[in-house]
């Protein structure tokens, strides 16, 4: 049984279960900066990637650099919405930890410290975050790649992964229950 089957198999709502089995591949994208003409063509490149996405149904973003570091950014974006993190020393170890400036560095950038300093497998992640970007995509990934060089220490020189995949529950209802005042499966009330 493939992995959208097995998704949609759990989840009540139909409109997810079907855009489970609709769903978006799992895409990858590695590129060294660098070998692509530096940072900017390759924030330009990410924006294309994030245009295209930010409208269709929720999935996960996730931006790294292993095995040169643990450190990523990682969002859920669809619909016109993304909710963005930055990884954090609750998840981080060894030389991935970030330093007191690299803290301050994200601070500087607009990004919220962890809620907590531990992990709860029953809340999101401790990580930094930021508030909800609403399709301002030019402004979230200019947030993205100046995370990712000045605070996280991404090297151009070195591939970077950009990873996509659809989320458990994709349907704008279910992925953003408190954003929109109706949802997919329910008529306004008159």
């Known amino acids: ?15 997810c279960r079907q855009l ?36 269709e149904p929720t999935r996960a973003l996730i931006v790294s650099q292993q095995p ?25 170890r060894g030389s991935s930890r970030l330093s007191t400036g690299e803290e301050a560095l994200l601070a500087r950038l607009g990004w919220q410290p962890p809620d907590r300093d531990h992990d709860d497998p029953e809340l999101m992640p401790a990580n930094w975050w930021v508030p909800r970007i609403a399709g301002d995509w030019p402004a979230l990934v200019e947030l993205l790649s100046a995370t990712a060089i000045v605070a996280l220490g991404f090297d151009e020189r070195f591939p970077v992964s950009v990873h996509t995949f659809g989320c458990d529950r994709p349907c704008r209802a279910c992925s953003w229950p408190d954003a929109f005042p109706h949802t997919d499966r329910e008529e306004p009330d008159e």
């Open 1 to 15: 049984m493939s992995n959208e089957v097995q998704r949609a198999a759990v989840t009540d709502c139909p409109v």
């Open 20 to 55: 489970l089995l609709d769903g978006p591949d799992t895409q990858t994208f590695v590129v060294a900066p660098a070998d692509g003409g530096g940072w900017h063509q390759w924030s330009a490149a990410l924006l294309r990637l994030v245009r295209r996405i930010g409208s």
């Open 68 to 92: 040169l570091t643990q450190r990523y950014l990682q969002c859920l974006i669809g619909h016109g919405i993304a909710e963005v993190q930055a990884s954090s020393n609750v998840y981080l």
